[in-house]
């Protein structure tokens, strides 16, 4: 592929400038949030969100993913409307599975999540949510899956500023009673927005073909071990937020909430574009081979030269960073942050390398390799906790990160022939270790203070980014007009 780079370059710029001004609009949100409700709502908030993910996960079938794929390889021809009544049609059944199941199990999730029968109205109340954000899921794999990547973008620029605008108000009148009615109307905010997008590229047909799902039943074969995997990873967040809320109460979920949002969320938005440009364009290769190791390396390279520079930034101003985005009670997730921020150097590999099974419809290998990275995430963030407190479970997810980095490097060279190019080990090894050396310095030497030597980093960082991707770009040319 021709100007490869530049594509990848264009869609992570993209897809990381439309996540950033989405997060910004979160970030106003969070904020306003963490001033009205403190520590406490913004833990409680969290909990409700997590119980979201986890239910919609689980009765989702994972449709979002294999559809995504499906939709993908079969391009843009009858079959590929075909596949798109499918997922629709498989989507709506699974969210009135999620509605029925929320409600029904309200009692004991109430439970499960707050050992109390107290917040059992709340919980049946989530059951239009969870419906909802399943079907949401469906109209996103449509636009993902039909390369409507520009009308992707803006949808959650719409989402977040709608979300903002109707929900805070609830907040400054009701307080933490709000929490739940503003979830409701998050969720269908954001399936009225997507579905004006996504309906205009395939009109919407509500009625249901038992022949043409038992025909397309790959979707759920698929979907069924990304939702077995999907329930690890939901499940090992909420595990953990409920193992934290027992040691150290609402508040100190609040707190971690903030380390994770500034990891995940934040420094993770140029991340985007991998779930978004570069898993259909994987799911089109049939055949292993030069070309998709090419492919997914040079995802990798991109991914590490736009993302190190914002990762080291966020390391150094997250003392600033945290108190504007919620307030000073949340200082106490700064240390997190800096070990979680070298976590995700490592998640630009184990991203990009777990959508080569994705694409290749490797389900059960799928689930094995999730199912055993949460596992350890969840083990090693325990772990952290008992041992070094919110800052242990930064170092909790740099050890996992670690672990599965070498565990999936070694699955995919055996299974898929995949192997990491010299150039991208020297992008990472450069850009990692600068990285540790923040952390290193700010963890051992608190007291001294070295701001410039640390804002030099970051510059050295973005300048090494810039001077290797503009050779990369040369190359690529000179390589084209060879073939040429």
């Known amino acids: 592929m021709r100007g490869e780079y530049k594509h990848i370059f264009k869609y992570i710029s993209v897809f990381g400038s439309v996540q950033g001004l989405t997060i910004l609009l979160g970030i106003v949100k969070n904020k306003l949030i963490a001033i009205l409700l403190g520590p406490v709502g913004v833990g409680l908030l969290s909990l409700y969100n997590s119980a979201i993910r986890l239910l919609s996960d689980i009765t989702g079938m994972g449709v979002t993913v294999s559809g995504t794929r499906l939709v993908a390889s079969a391009g843009n021809d009858g079959r590929q409307i075909e596949i798109v009544a499918v997922v629709r ?111 205009k590229i395939a009109p919407f047909n509500w009625k249901i073909d038992v022949g043409l799902l038992r025909h397309h039943v790959a979707v759920i074969k698929l979907g069924a071990a990304f939702v077995a995997a999907g329930v690890f990873g939901s499940g090992t967040d909420l595990l953990f937020r409920s193992f934290l809320n027992a040691q150290g109460g609402a508040g100190t979920v609040g707190i971690y909430n903030a380390g994770y949002m500034m990891c995940m969320t934040y420094a993770g938005a140029f991340f985007a574009s ?116 919110v800052e242990g479970v930064g170092v909790g997810m740099l050890v996992s990160g670690v672990l599965e980095v070498v565990f999936v490097l070694i699955y995919v060279n055996i299974h898929f022939h995949y192997k990491v190019s010299k150039r991208v080990g020297t992008i990472f090894a450069f850009q990692f270790l600068l990285g540790v050396a923040i952390v290193c310095k700010i963890a051992f030497l608190p007291n001294v203070h070295l701001g410039l030597l640390e804002a030099s980093l970051v510059l050295i960082s973005a300048v090494f980014s810039i001077i290797t991707f503009v050779l990369l770009i040369s190359n690529e040319k000179e390589d084209a007009n060879e073939d040429a």
Not at 364 to 387: A, D, H, K, Q, R
Request: aromatic share 14%.
């Open 89 to 199: 049609q498989w989507s709506l059944l699974a969210a009135l599975v999620g509605l029925i199941m929320t409600a029904l199990l309200a009692f004991p999730l109430s439970f499960w999540f707050f050992q109390d029968s107290w917040h059992v109205l709340s919980m049946l109340m989530l059951a239009p949510a969870v419906a909802m954000t399943v079907l949401t899921g469906g109209e996103l794999c449509v636009l993902k899956g039909t390369g409507h990547l520009r009308q992707l973008a803006w949808s959650s620029v719409y989402v977040a500023l709608g979300i903002l605008l109707s929900t805070v108000p609830l907040y400054v009148i009701f307080g933490i009673e709000a929490i739940v009615p503003s979830l409701f109307l998050s969720a269908l905010l954001n399936l009225i927005i997507v579905s004006y997008f996504s309906r």
């Open 274 to 389: 991998m779930e978004t440009d570069y898993y259909p364009r994987l799911s089109m290769f049939k055949n292993l081979g030069v070309k998709f190791n090419q492919v997914v390396n040079h995802q990798i390279e991109v991914t590490l030269l736009v993302v190190s520079p914002m990762l080291l930034f966020f390391m150094v101003a997250a003392p600033f960073i945290i108190p504007l985005l919620y307030s000073n009670e949340f200082l106490e997730a700064v240390p997190m942050v800096r070990w979680g921020m070298l976590a995700m150097y490592i998640r630009c590999f184990t991203l990009a390398i777990e959508y080569i099974v994705l694409s290749h419809g490797k389900p059960i290998s799928y689930f094995l390799i999730e199912s055993l990275s949460y596992s350890v995430l969840l083990f090693s963030m325990i772990v952290g906790y008992l041992y070094g407190g």
